[in-house]
């Protein structure tokens, strides 16, 4: 008896082992699949940074040649500078001579300011007449207004009296009816 009950104990024993390897298992699988989305995480990360390095030794570059064209540029502008400089002799004889049409100009702007002076008490007057004219269209209008007031008016009377003239026939046809 003895033996069968030790050997159902470590049958027993045997299963309990079996489900810890089987639960350590799981636990592993589990800890492989987490390590697996690190891994990838840690991947795509580095591939992201490869792309940053990439995107900045592009810049770089690109800094380089701007720098190289700023270079290119500020010679440019120094030989732009010297042409400048000897247009501006050729603008000092334009400025006089543009002095001299400003005058010209300034004589000529008093003689409009006088045409313009006349030309304002012209609208003045006209403006004037536009007023009266539009009073008198106010007057024309309310009168219109009564005139259509007096309209309607003799309108209501006609159909009141067309009424009563209808009531009044009613009234002698029933009457010669009658008779």
Do not use: I, P, V
């Amino acid at each position: 008896m003895k033996t069968n009950a030790t050997a159902g104990g470590g049958e027993l024993c045997a299963k309990q082992e079996l489900g810890k390897a089987e639960e350590e298992r799981h636990l592993l699988e589990e800890q492989n699949c987490a390590l697996k989305q690190e891994l990838r995480r840690a991947e795509d990360q580095r591939d992201l940074l490869e792309k940053m390095n990439c995107a900045q030794k592009e810049e770089l570059r690109k800094a380089e040649e701007h720098h190289h064209q700023m270079e290119e540029e500020n010679s440019a502008q120094k030989q732009q500078l010297k042409k400048a400089e000897e247009e501006r002799h050729l603008l000092d004889e334009q400025k006089c001579a543009l002095k001299q049409e400003l005058r010209r100009a300034e004589d000529q702007r008093h003689l409009l300011k006088e045409e313009n002076s006349a030309l304002k008490q012209e609208l003045g007057r006209a403006e004037e007449q536009c007023h009266l004219l539009e009073k008198k269209n106010l007057a024309q209008d309310l009168e219109l207004g009564r005139a259509e007031e007096q309209r309607r008016l003799l309108e209501r009377t006609c159909a009141a009296l067309e009424q009563r003239l209808e009531q009044k026939r009613r009234k002698w046809y029933r009457r010669f009816l009658c008779c």
